[in-house]
């Protein structure tokens, strides 16, 4: 089974401060997506990685960064959270394609106050 | 452009009722893969089905079932006798090699099963 994990499952933070979520995936996944859920707009792609040490913006990323040091670990970082980027964090592996099935962590519901 | 669009944002459904959750997509890519979601009340989207644009052979697992039309440009999603654990959202999602591998999410269906 494939098992993607993050940190928190709910988080507070204050405006301004540094925010770190974290991804784990166990299934040695090459690829790695971090998506952020609001009612109304959906699923919106922040960011993806395709590989170790490589990123790409998704459709989103003003006002985050990310970290992938590790094949199996995707962070996300909120330099400094604003109480827009409140909201659901969503993080995903797939396999090896693009196009292959993505399989997507519990979320973390963030609030930034 | 591609698109994904669920038109029916609520559906209510009383326990054992068939309901069937509507999907119509957009693309021009002649290669593609259609998915399935669901969204439970605690948040994590799970997988349920893929398809890819060659296979049109619809698909059952058990009370749920998929048909997959590409003259309709659709891949709608049949859950037969209904259960109270079915209530979730629903998302329909397209991929193709020519988005680079970003799913295409339709906004949802959100689906109450009562008992």
């Known amino acids: 089974d494939v098992k993607v994990t993050q940190s928190s499952r709910y988080l507070v933070k204050r405006t301004g401060e540094k925010v770190f979520l974290e991804c784990v995936q166990d299934m040695d996944h090459e690829n790695m997506f971090w998506y952020r859920q609001d009612p109304g707009l959906g699923l919106r792609l922040i960011y993806f990685?395709?590989?170790?040490?490589?990123?790409e913006k998704g459709d989103i990323p003003e006002g985050y960064s990310v970290s992938r040091e590790k094949k199996e670990r995707f962070s996300l970082i909120l330099e400094s959270a604003s109480t827009n980027q409140t909201s659901m964090y969503l993080c995903?592996?797939?396999?090896?394609?693009?196009?292959?099935?993505?399989?997507f962590g519990p979320g973390t519901r963030l609030t930034v106050l | 452009a591609q698109k994904v669009t669920q038109a029916q944002t609520e559906i209510s459904v009383v326990e054992k009722e068939d309901v069937t959750l509507d999907c119509v997509y957009e693309?021009?890519?002649?290669?593609?893969?259609l998915f399935w979601y669901k969204q439970p009340p605690s948040g994590e989207l799970v997988f349920l089905i893929r398809?890819?644009?060659?296979?049109?052979q619809n698909e059952i697992s058990g009370r749920y079932s998929w048909n997959f039309q590409k003259s309709t440009s659709s891949f709608n999603f049949t859950i037969t006798a209904s259960q109270v654990v079915d209530s979730a959202v629903y998302f329909c999602?397209?991929?193709?090699?020519?988005?680079?591998?970003?799913?295409?999410f339709g906004q949802g269906t959100e689906l109450s099963v009562k008992p």
């Open positions: 693309t021009r890519d002649t290669t593609y893969y």
């Open positions: 995903a592996s797939s396999p090896d394609r693009a196009i292959d099935t993505q399989y």
């Open positions: 999602a397209l991929i193709t090699y020519n988005q680079g591998g970003k799913l295409i």
């Open positions: 990685s395709y590989d170790v040490k490589m990123k």
């Open positions: 398809r890819n644009s060659f296979d049109e």
